[in-house]
């Protein structure tokens, strides 16, 4: 059976039911499917029918008031966004990929973009989550308040599980308060030894909270109209005066200048399709040494590029397809790195990854727990029961 | 074995003062900070080092003997209570702090270390530990991470998990596995995630990473005082709800009050107020005082009566004691005290505390509420005398009563002090008998045969596992 | 002497011994939430609740309740660890009283079980005026004769008693000095004290001197004698309120404004007359009106400014007695006290607050505890690196100073007064004061 020939649509958590509850009669495994933006994510998955959930959509509760949101798994973060915008509220995840993914993929996934520097990830923001488990039963977590401590957090278990637990079907998330000014600014960084270091001293050293700070290399600079080398971005949100203050600060520690407001969906959707995408992370005082190593991947195909959430030390590198060098030396890379994660790698280089991951025996027990047929994404996370 | 053989066998690992056996040293273990539970443990065990914890956790693997992790005994679910046949294991005498990282903005530290003792360690650096439960001098990291513990400032900052990044836990099993990590992102499940907030049911912390933060450039304290408890919840949902993020916004009503400036830790509160809300923003001294001047309109346009800033950190220092040490200050109040939590969704705060005040009216009862107002995190305490059995059963009814308030109004039965025994009954308000289940299952990942805390969180009936015995149980054991 | 009235009260449980039963009310205002345990010496020394307030607190009420017997020796060996340093009842936000549960609780225990014969016999040598008298006049000889810091050396207890009693020299020589005060603040009697008139004279001078200087006037108050502290510490009521009968008879006659205390156990003792002698109908009222005139010296002299003398440029550190920051809640006042010394750079332990383990005779009861108690106080001097250890406690300054002297720690303990006498010295024998 190939993930074509069987599709089935689920428009509620009873069709996610029946759907499983046929797929542990049949022994045959699903392949979880939002808007189908990120089925070359992960490592692939054994032959299995899909389970589209675009249809299971929509927001369910949205109180401005108590900044929560409960929304249906395929409802897409581009309508959570409009959604909330009516009220000068967000929804603070800017993962990486067409801006119309689902919520439900994000929570998965556990997927973050820049704005994880100040907001955290969506293990951060899930307050609760619906889910139907692999032996189709349908159970919640957590709750719709923003502060929960009743019984074990099966919500950030789930987050981050790629579906291999459970199919998620409605998510409540923490909102945030739009701030009122929200700019960005970009500083060259020169390329001279120690500059790097320098200028994230320097950053940390002056009186600003910044929403987000990437760091980006001059190829994806120049593809972001950025300039042609690498340059850091800053992101300043708040009030008008409080934006005002770190907007002097930043001046002081380099050239600032005035980035596109749009520059931010750009970077979220720069990846050329196909592309393999490793994240390589350490701690954030060795950032520059991380960067450094990435360098000597990119360095070595013209269209491989790099950024990296400075505060939080994570590097990604996204290699262009059909450019083996640079896949081959990406995949070297992760298989020698002490913490690489890999988004996207051609189905045929996983294998060359033989770290074992930490904690196998105790992850392989919660797959047991919760998907004991390993019928939903098998293989996703390379965590066999 | 026997409980005697046990004990020697503990004695030859931790030494004879690391043993408690007697009845009457082990009555101060049988409560935590909410006496109204009592159980006397059968043994008490204290190891001084990580090794010894790890053998004394081996010896129970071997001998299949149940136990109970102990911190400094500050909770609030009784949770550290040991029944049956469980051994408490103490782990107040493991206080070091193990390394301090002022660069990365992280520490390590052995379970038993004060939450405080990192704040307090930190501040050389210009950083703290943002986590403070009202409890902070006392209670210990492994404590928190146990509850998932929060504090007023986890408004803005968040709760335990959001800066706890790596956990080396032992297993019941004995076995020493490394949950998180500082160095970067980890691959696979989030099984710290999962770690934080279980109750000592999944194991015990080794020692614990967390992040620090800095301290805020500046910091502005206002006290808002009201004629009615509706008028300070009204001013809450408008704080939160204009896009302003306070670091804590706390609300304490009139017999809270009463109670904080009858203590030694009088803290200048209206004495004739209905509510006081205690309201902290922090951040870049830039528009901090027009934030300021917004919430204190805000707080005006409610019906606040007056509303000032601390003029200095001593000010600032005298108003945040009455709030931290609010809980103990109800104990002039009467001789015994139901502490509550329950978290609900911030614009149902005015009517839910109407519907508490009516219940507290139809079973004649006196409520104090001091509580998180930012998150919607109630605590209504009741005081009572417990030797008076028709009172003490009109204060059970009305808990009964405002749980399922605080439900319906699509809250949840906990915050941050955990379930513990304590609210063991409330699980199936919020849980389906599924979703009971599925939580079982994660416990039985860590803990197949159910001997770390055993008997709290989730109720045991709830667990069809265990009387079933189909795929999670099986799950746990087959060999992989 | 008046017959003792310890009747048991009306609201005695039926089978519990009156002393505790009648603590039962405080005890049950203890709401269980451990913010005592790290605020107690034994806890952090020991890792063990049994040795914290809240878990002492718990062996008592049940022993109040009957659940435990009055015999119980586990209860007797934690109760006994108790320092009385009352750290837990500043920490405490319920307000339970814990210094007095505990005094009504070890005389329950004590009408049971005698307490240890080294510390009868110390209680009555101190409640007796002559056995004391040749005592402390035995000591003082030994002290002269360079004897103590030779016999200081020996090891253990015997060695630290005696560098306790060498520790009771003086640190700097006295001056005296003809006073100018114009006596306009009142009059002032002073509690001479046993050990502090025995051992501490010095400091009872010094104490007069700069009393004097600040516009007190002071007038002797015969007939005085040892506060009764040691006898309530150590659950012997019986004698602590004869004691008090005494001295609260011998203030009455000197018919002055306040009791002026210098060391802090005493005037903590003196401070709750009131509470000790609340069921004796003859006696209640009239110690209460002593306690209500009793003042730590240090609070008189605060409340006098106190004026400033010559310049001292001396590094001294501040260590707090428990029974003045605990008991009587006096932070600021000392260090006020030490302020009014110009070019004096005070410091404050960074941990000044907790108990150094001298507690009354709790060091000849509990040598080893006591010895861990004091540790950490010892490495945090060293750390500061002052020559002058202030305090203002004869118990502490004896047992800080021992410590530092058998620790090889180059420095010695004073009483905050002695500095600012020393200072009014300078300035009478002509060095100016500054102009404030």
Known sequence: MSATANVAHARTTADVVAAVANAVARHSPVRIVGRGHWLDAGRPTRDASALLLDELSGVVAYTPGDLTLTARAGTTLADIAAVTADHAQWLALDPFGPLDGTLGATIATASAGPLAHAFGTPRDAALGIEAVTGDAAIIRAGGRVVKNVAGFDLTRLFTGAWGTLGVITEITVRLRAR????????????????????????????????????????????????????VMLIRLGGSEESVRAQRDAIRTVGAAADAPAGVWDALRTSDPPGSAVVRFSDLPSRVADTWRAAREITSLAGGARQHASVGRGIVRVIAPPNDDAAVTALVHAAARAATAIPERLPGTCWSALTTPMPNAELARRVKRAFDPANLLNPGILGIEP | MTRDELAIALRAIVGPRGVLSRPAELLPFSADGLPTYHRPPKLAVFPSTREQVIDVIRLFAREQWPFVPRGAGTGLSAGALAGGDAVIVGLNRLTRILSLDPVNRLAVVEPGAVNVSLTRAAGAFGLYY???????????????????????????????????????VLLPDGEVVSLGGAHGETPGYDLLGAFVGSEGCFGIALDVTVRLSPNPPAVRTMLADFTSIDAGARATSAIIASGILPAALEMMDGPTIRAVEASIYAAGYPADAEAVLLIELDGLEAGLDADARRVEQLCLDAGARTVRTARDERERARLWQGRKKAFGA??????????????????????VLRTIHDIAQRWRIQVCNVFHAGDGNLHPNIGYDPRDSDATDRVHHAMREIMRACVDAGGTITGEHGIGLDKLEYMPLIFSPASLDAQCRLRAVFDPDRRANPDKVVPQHACREWTQAPAARAAATVPA | MTATRDTPPACALPGTLPPLADALPGIMTCVHCGFCLQACPTYLALGDENDSPRGRILLMRAVAEGELPVDDPDVRRHLDR?????????????????????????????????????????????????????????????????????????????????????????????????????GTRGTVAALRGCVMEGLFAHVNRATERTLEENDYHVTPAPGQRCCGALHAHAGDLVGARALARANIAAFERAGVDYIAVNASGCGLMMKEYGHLLRNDPAWAARATAIAQRTRDASELLAAAGPVAGAPMALRVVYDAPCHLVHGQRLHHEPLAVLAA??????????????????????????????????????????????PLVATGNPGCMMQIGAGLRRGHIAARTVHPVELLDASYARHAHGVPAPRR
């Open chain 1, 179 to 230: 701030p009122q000014v929200d700019e960005t600014w970009s500083i060259p960084v020169p390329a001279n030894n120690g500059a790097l270091e320098a200028l994230c001293a320097a950053l940390r050293a002056a009186p600003i909270a910044p929403l987000a700070l990437e760091l980006i290399d001059a190829r994806l600079a120049a593809a972001l109209s950025l300039g042609d080398h690498d």
């Open chain 2, 130 to 168: 943002a986590p403070d439960p009202s409890s902070q001098s006392a209670c210990t990291i492994g404590g928190n991470v146990a509850e998932n513990s929060g504090g007023p400032h986890c408004l803005k900052y968040g709760v335990t998990v959001n800066h706890v990044v790596a956990v080396t």
């Open chain 2, 330 to 351: 109800m104990g002039r109040v009467a001789p015994a005290l139901v502490v509550q939590d329950a978290v609900i969704p911030r614009t149902r705060l005015p009517d």
């Open chain 3, 82 to 182: 108790c320092l009385g340093c009352r750290g837990c009842e500043t920490a405490c936000p319920s307000g339970v009283p814990y210094g007095q549960i505990l005094e009504s609780a070890r005389a329950t225990l004590n009408q049971r079980q005698p307490p240890p014969r080294i510390a009868r016999l110390v209680l009555a040598v101190f409640a007796t005026h002559h056995p004391l008298a040749a005592t402390l006049w035995a000591a003082r000889v030994m002290r002269g004769s360079r004897l103590a810091a030779l016999l200081a050396r020996l090891p253990g207890r015997v060695g630290f008693s005696f560098a306790m009693l060498a520790a009771s020299a003086p640190a700097m020589p006295a001056r005296p000095y003809a006073t100018r005060g114009r």
């Open chain 3, 341 to 386: 010394v110009p070019d004096l750079v005070t410091t404050t332990l960074p941990n000044a607050d907790q108990c150094c383990g001298s507690a009354g005779i709790y060091n000849l009861l509990q040598p080893e505890l006591a010895q861990r108690v004091l540790a950490p106080k010892l490495d945090e001097i060293a750390q500061d690196g002052a």
